[in-house]
Structures are given as structure tokens and as C-alpha cells.
């Protein structure tokens, strides 16, 4: 039994819980947006779409809205912004080009990246994601009062693979809105789903399935209702993602 220490959260690596197996292959989606973009909220929006109505026959779209902080010094601070976000885009930049860097950017299973409202594009990327082989990923996440339990399994690492794999979870929170007074957007109320409210690698796969448990803290200004926990496998050198998965919080 081999502990992973992530302040103020314990996993704990065990054997013998067996990996769910999806229905459907399950996508994740990206995207890298900011309240101080005026292009970014038909980006949001679609996201919400592709998020709510799951419009892509056999695809089950597993969303991620990551605010990027560069934008706040441009007139509108983002309440959800953070500079990991920013980094977490600049990485892949490594892949698509260092032109690449914008907002809305949407990257799908970290393999494609578009123009986030683009909602034919983003059908195409999906389609073209799902058709590729899926690990599958198993996740259960319960809240008590302020804590979140989480377990998540993994099969072991392809033979293949000539990379490391980490294994990523995310909060999400839903139902977000905020009233914007300055920047690009002054004078709208924008609204968001999947805002990733914290971004962890809590290990990488081996030879051997992964098992973890482990618990967070919820911060008190998160809605327990409104969260999602999301568990994803990402190449650490191709950036592709190999699996991924999504899970209300069950009380």
C-alpha cells in the first residue's frame, strides 16, 4: 500500500477494486476562456450546449471551463481565474504551436485544438476522439458536510505507451454567474458550467491497476449542489488524454 500525499488530501493506492467499463467513450473537453474576453461567452455557452444536450451520437462530453488569468489585468478580474490554468494552456502549446495561445481555445481530449465557438468544429473533434480506443476509468465521489471522498480506478499503463500517464481529477462547479462592470464585457451577466474549481494529478499509471481513495475540503463559497468531480488519464509528453469519466456528488 503506497500513499500519495497532496495537501490537505490523502490518496491511498490499493488493489482489488475493478475499473468500470463506459457505455460510451467518454471526451473530454477544454476550454480556456475568460470573463474579459467579448469572445469568449459564445464559447461558454456552447460548451454549456455540448455539456447539457450531449448532442454527439455513442459521445459522452465530459466539460472543463478553465479560466486563464491573463486577461485580469485588462480591466475585469476574473473570479475564477488562476495562473494554473494559464500554464495548463501554455503546455499545450508544446504541441499545437506556440501561436496557439488564445481564448476561446477549446482542446479535445487533448489531442485537437479549435476555436471554442465553433460548434461544427467541435462535433467534427468529437467525432473524430470517440472513434479513437478509450481507457476506461472508474469514479466515486460522496460529500459529507465539507468533505468530498473520492476513489477512482484505472487499468494499468498500455504496453504501447511510451510516456507517463498521470491520473488527473478536477472539481467542477455548475450553475456559475457573475455581473461583469468593466473590461470587454461590461454590463453583461455571464453564465458558466464545468468552472474548474481545483486540478490535481494524484498519481500515474504503471504495470499494476491503480485504486486510490482519498478525501478534499470543499472551499465554503462552492455550492455542494452545483459540483462535479471529474477523473481523466493525460500522456505527460503527447498530452493526450486516454480516458476520462465524470460524477455528481452523491450525500
Keep these: 500500500?503506497?500513499?500519495?500525499?497532496?495537501?490537505?488530501?490523502?490518496?491511498?493506492?490499493?488493489?482489488?477494486?475493478?475499473p468500470l467499463v463506459p457505455a460510451r467513450p467518454a471526451v473530454l473537453v477544454e476550454l480556456f476562456t475568460s470573463e474579459g474576453c467579448s469572445s469568449c461567452p459564445p464559447a461558454d455557452a456552447l460548451l454549456a450546449r455540448l455539456y447539457e444536450a450531449q448532442p454527439v451520437a455513442g459521445v459522452e462530453v465530459v466539460p472543463l471551463e478553465l479560466h486563464v488569468d491573463y486577461w485580469d489585468r485588462l480591466g475585469w478580474k476574473d473570479p475564477f481565474s488562476s495562473a494554473v490554468y494559464s500554464r495548463r494552456q501554455e503546455g499545450y502549446s508544446k504541441i499545437f504551436g506556440p501561436d496557439r495561445v488564445y481564448t476561446p481555445q477549446m482542446v479535445v481530449d487533448g489531442a485537437e485544438e479549435l476555436v471554442g465557438s465553433d460548434a461544427a468544429g467541435a462535433t467534427a473533434a468529437l467525432t473524430r476522439a470517440a472513434a479513437l480506443p478509450h481507457m476506461s476509468v472508474g469514479l466515486s465521489a460522496d460529500r459529507r458536510g465539507a468533505t468530498v471522498r473520492i476513489a477512482v480506478d484505472a487499468p494499468a499503463a498500455p504496453a504501447a505507451a511510451a510516456e507517463s500517464?498521470?491520473?488527473?481529477i478536477a472539481i467542477v462547479e455548475d450553475g456559475l454567474t457573475s455581473a461583469v462592470t468593466r473590461g470587454e464585457n461590461s454590463g453583461r451577466t455571464l453564465a458558466h458550467v464545468a468552472v474548474v474549481r481545483r486540478l490535481e494529478s494524484i498519481g500515474a499509471l504503471d504495470r499494476d491497476t491503480f485504486s486510490g481513495e482519498g478525501q478534499w475540503t470543499l472551499a465554503a463559497a462552492w455550492q455542494p449542489s452545483n459540483l462535479r468531480v471529474v477523473a481523466f488519464l493525460q500522456g505527460q509528453k503527447t498530452r493526450r488524454v486516454y480516458g476520462s469519466t465524470q460524477a455528481r456528488l452523491v450525500r
Design 165 to 168: 500517464i498521470a491520473v488527473m
Design 1 to 18: 500500500m503506497k500513499p500519495l500525499l497532496l495537501a490537505p488530501v490523502l490518496f491511498v493506492l490499493a488493489a482489488g477494486r475493478a
